[in-house]
Nanobody, 119 residues
Framework: QVQLVESGGGLVQPGGSLRLSCAAS????????MGWYRQAPGKERELVAT???????NYAGSVKGRFTISRDNAKNTVNLQMNSLKSEDTAVYYC?????????????WGQGTQVTVSS
């Protein structure tokens, strides 16, 4: 069974930084793209950043220049370094991965980690 486990959320003041991490585990043959999405109260889930296995990166315009996504293919992990955080970055952040598991290709989600930016 495949699992994505996130860590690193919390409370931070505006202008501060946080680093989120996500590890994929279980019966995994290959991890394709990995990424982060977020959902603020009353809003739909939105893309934050994605990265392919070859390192191709895509950022939402609202985080470009402030957030940095990276991954370790050997460890099946993806990280999100968030700098210059704003109150509008407050949301539950979800890790996502497209991967070949024991039952074939599928998209998997983590349980989410809360990020709150507030003074």
């Amino acid at each position: 069974q495949v699992q994505l486990v996130e860590s690193g959320g919390g409370l931070v003041q505006p202008g501060g930084s946080l680093r989120l991490s996500c590890a994929a585990s279980g019966n995994i043959f290959r991890v394709n793209d990995m990424g982060w999405y977020r959902q603020a109260p009353g809003k739909e889930r939105e893309l934050v950043a994605t990265i392919t296995s070859s390192g191709l990166i895509n950022y939402a315009g609202s985080v470009k220049g402030r957030f940095t996504i990276s991954r370790d293919n050997a460890k099946n992990t993806v990280n999100l370094q968030m700098n210059s955080l704003k109150s509008e970055d407050t949301a539950v952040y979800y890790c996502n991965a497209g991967l070949d598991g024991g039952s074939g290709y599928g998209r998997y989600w983590g349980q989410g980690t809360q990020v709150t930016v507030s003074s």
